[in-house]
């Protein structure tokens, strides 16, 4: 063979290189992974989704049915009543507005708390900043079941033991909001800031019109918290609280239907599904803004 027959030979049938030769079984190896990481998920998705699969099918049963052994996921029959007799069992339209009143205002109240209390720590300069985040970060750590009775006790001396203001107020001021919000705030470029300040903008305009407007996906996960945790509060209420029939919440609501003369397991499980509902339209609403804010609160800025 000649030297210009090599080189051609060379030239059209390059031989095979390393990592050439690994590719097919690299690629492989990472759709098996993939394959394996998708089934995990998806059983363990089917585990949680067992209890309210069953919650789901047990509304529509008779009440003595729901605890039969064994268990069967169909009734004899399929009562749509049931969703009717909540309401007339108990006040449950009264426990569904409480709650979402006490819901709405307290979320209200921690995006705006939080989200200035953020922007003061992460992006303004002032002495003790850091001493004072920290301690008040420090917060967190004491449990809320120890913060019950001298909370009870302040509830008492303002005067405001059942009202909605014992409902709201008390639980509007935690450092987990104010944390999140200012993670966020310390990611956004400090050249937005010195743009707004050249053309003559103090804190306060550039907090409304340059930072804020950037913070809605942070607000939307501090929302759906804030509300899930006031939507779900049981313990709370309960202490505050004496005149259920009027103030009282969803959580009390549930628990309404057991009593000295049993459990209606049936409206339970039906009242359960009704109060699943508002969560999880907004968490289905705001899904977009969920990932994009998961994914970008608590990234450390300068």
């Known amino acids: 063979m000649s030297t210009s027959q090599l080189v051609d030979a060379v030239v059209v ?13 690299v690629e492989r190896s990472s759709r098996v ?21 069953y919650a789901f099918f047990a509304a529509f049963k008779p009440s003595a049915e729901v605890m039969s052994t064994p268990p069967s996921l169909l009734g004899s029959e399929f009562r749509w009543s049931n969703f009717v007799d909540v ?20 979320v209200i109240i921690v995006l705006a708390v939080s989200a200035t209390a953020g922007y003061a720590f992460g992006r303004l300069r002032w002495p003790g900043r850091d001493i004072v985040f920290v301690l008040f970060l420090g917060t967190l750590m004491v449990p809320q079941e120890v913060l019950m009775v001298p909370m009870f006790v302040l509830m008492q001396w303002f005067g405001w ?78 202490i505050t609280i004496s005149d259920y029939s009027s103030l009282g919440t969803l959580p009390i609501g549930l628990a309404s239907f057991s009593n000295q003369n049993g459990t209606r397991w ?33 990234i450390g800025g300068r």
């Open 161 to 238: 033991v059942d009202t909605y203001q014992s409902l709201v107020l008390p639980w509007a001021f935690t450092a987990f909001g104010t944390f999140l919000m200012r993670q966020f705030f310390r990611g956004i470029p400090y050249e937005l800031e010195e743009a707004a300040r050249v053309d003559g903008a103090g804190p306060v305009r550039t907090f409304v019109q340059v930072i804020l407007p950037l913070a809605g996906s942070a607000l939307a996960v501090l929302a759906v918290f804030t509300f899930m945790n006031y939507w779900n509060s049981y313990l709370w209420p309960l």
């Open 33 to 53: 992974r993939s394959i394996l990481a998708h089934a995990s998920l998806v059983v363990a998705a089917g585990l949680f989704l067992v209890p309210l699969i």
């Open 87 to 106: 309401f007339t069992y108990a006040p449950f339209a009264t426990y569904i507005i409480n709650s979402f009143l006490v819901s709405m205002a307290g």
């Open 266 to 298: 049936d409206l339970q499980m039906a009242a359960s599904i009704i109060s699943m509902i508002p969560t999880t339209v907004l968490v289905i609403v705001l899904q977009k803004h969920l990932v994009k804010g998961i994914a970008t609160s608590g």
């Open 13 to 25: 049938n390059p031989p095979k290189t390393g990592p050439q030769r690994t590719r097919r079984p």
